[in-house]
């Protein structure tokens, strides 16, 4: 069966940086486009990022130019680098497999002085 276990996340400070991963498994990794979804207290889920199977991506307008999705077809594994961390960034941050429909656990990031 399909699992996606995230991890990297935590509480750090307006101007930090962090990187997320995702640990797929139970599905040919290579073949599917991936994504990095968030949702903050009281607002719904939203697309953050996107990466298809050849490595094109897209942004969120709000994270443009500040996050970076990558993917290492060979870990089976999808990461989201974090730069420029904004309060407005506090939100559980989920892996998402669109063509699947499946979702991680979650991972907390919490951007605060």
């Known amino acids: 069966q399909v699992q996606l276990v995230e991890s990297g996340g935590g509480l750090v400070q307006p101007g930090a940086s962090l990187r997320l991963s995702c640990v797929a498994s139970?599905?040919?990794?290579?073949?599917?486009?991936m994504s990095w979804y968030r949702q903050a207290p009281g607002k719904e889920r939203e697309l953050v990022a996107s990466?298809?199977?050849?490595?094109?991506?897209n942004y969120a307008d709000s994270v443009k130019g500040r996050f970076t999705i990558s993917r290492a077809n060979i870990m089976s594994a999808v990461y989201l680098q974090m730069n420029s961390l904004k309060p407005e960034d506090t939100a559980v941050y989920y892996c998402y497999v669109p063509s699947i429909g499946s979702w991680g656990q979650g991972t907390q990031v919490t951007v605060s002085s």
């Open positions: 139970g599905f040919t990794f290579s073949a599917y486009a």
């Open positions: 990466i298809s199977a050849w490595g094109s991506t």
